[in-house]
């Protein structure tokens, strides 16, 4: 069985989107992996087919109604498929590099995307949804943030990408930033790709990448330095 993501969403149709591009839109085609987006209007069940009321207690803007979005949740995910359930949250521990990788190991994700202020709390407790944010800003909807944890995950499934390899050196694979990277040609508006890098001493290159690599996290992210400094003290 592969990966198989199904979205709940008051907009089906962004889906694929940019997840139906390139790579990612072959291995789709392939069957590497499956998507579907359910419409969660098709479960409210009033005449007006309404999913939102406004907020008890007062103020802005409407809230996603509990038992419409359950019934959607219950819909795609019986209770005994094993895909995690997700909903993406402002609020939500923040997406890594670690959660997509185990994403990309496991059967898929059932995926909810919010609007307007949001989903009322009740149903993120009764379905056990795992909140995942992509950032500490705020957008419109989940639909994008959707997208974006999907397309982390997708890339890191066996054969979307091709080359095995081509993770391992990656920015956060190994808790850092990647090292610079050039290509032809060998002179651009003056400026000359490393000597090193065409040397052809691939021990002295594997060097020289570590470094640039410390060195850029140091000035950009200390703090997956401590991240990395404090998962040491852990293990020890
Ligand atoms: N009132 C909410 C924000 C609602 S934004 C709050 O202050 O927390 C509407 C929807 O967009 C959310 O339900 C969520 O699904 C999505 N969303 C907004 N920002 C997001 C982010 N940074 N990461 C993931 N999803 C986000």
């Known amino acids: 069985m592969s990966f198989s993501a199904t979205i709940v969403t008051l907009f089906p149709e962004l889906f694929p989107g ?3 591009a390139s790579v990612l839109g072959r291995g789709l085609a392939d069957g590497l992996w499956s998507l579907s987006a359910t419409q969660l209007r098709d479960f409210a069940t009033d005449r007006h087919r309404t999913v939102d009321d406004t907020p ?3 103020g802005a803007g409407m809230v996603l109604k509990p038992d419409i979005l359950a019934r959607a ?5 019986p209770p005994d498929d094993p895909r995690p359930r997700i909903l993406m949250s402002p609020r939500g521990a923040p997406l890594t590099q670690a959660r997509a990788r185990a994403l990309a190991r496991g059967p898929g994700a059932v995926i909810v995307c919010g609007r307007f202020e949001g989903v009322d ?3 993120i407790e009764a379905r ?14 989940g639909e994008v943030a959707a997208m974006v ?4 995950v997708v890339r890191l499934i066996p054969g979307v990408l091709g080359g095995v390899d081509s993770h ?3 920015s956060f694979e190994n808790g850092l930033l990647e090292y ?19 040397s052809g001493d691939h021990a002295r290159i594997a060097r020289w990448r570590a470094q640039e690599s410390l060195a850029l996290t140091r000035t950009r992210r200390p703090d997956l330095l401590d991240r990395l400094e404090a998962e040491k003290r852990d293990k020890a």
């Open 18 to 20: 940019p997840l139906g």
């Open 56 to 58: 008890s207690g007062g």
């Open 73 to 77: 949740i219950d819909h795609v995910a």
């Open 121 to 123: 709390q009740r149903v």
């Open 128 to 141: 056990q949804l795992e909140e995942i944010s992509i950032g500490d800003y705020v957008l419109a909807g």
């Open 149 to 152: 944890l999907l397309e982390a």
């Open 168 to 170: 391992a050196e990656e």
């Open 180 to 198: 610079p990277q050039y290509t032809r040609p060998q002179i651009f508006e003056g400026r000359e790709i490393p000597a090193i890098l065409t």
